[in-house]
């Protein structure tokens, strides 16, 4: 049987690639975007941008719909409408 820390470094893998969004329960839940995996830490950005956070591969879990829907809508750029 795998280790948790397996599992978890096979899903940082399909989310890197697949998934994009990740949840981050050792930091209060909150939603990135994986960027890297570098010496057994995750890196992570918020949707939208700004400061990168690392964190270990089995604190992350996957976003629910509610946050994935929260997520995206902070990664959609605004467009300006003229009147």
């Known amino acids: ?3 948790p820390i397996d599992r978890a470094d096979e899903f940082v893998e399909v989310a890197a690639e697949y998934a ?3 949840v981050d329960t050792a ?4 939603i ?7 010496e057994g830490s995750v890196y992570l950005r918020p949707p ?6 690392a964190t ?3 604190a992350l879990r996957s976003p629910s719909a509610a946050e994935l829907v929260q997520a995206r809508v902070f990664d959609t750029p605004v467009e300006a409408r003229r009147p």
Request: no cysteine.
């Open 1 to 3: 049987m795998d280790s």
């Open 20 to 22: 994009e969004y990740a």
């Open 27 to 30: 930091n209060g839940n909150r």
């Open 32 to 38: 990135g975007v994986v960027q890297d995996r570098f």
């Open 48 to 53: 939208g941008g700004g400061v990168e956070w």
């Open 56 to 58: 270990p591969p089995e």
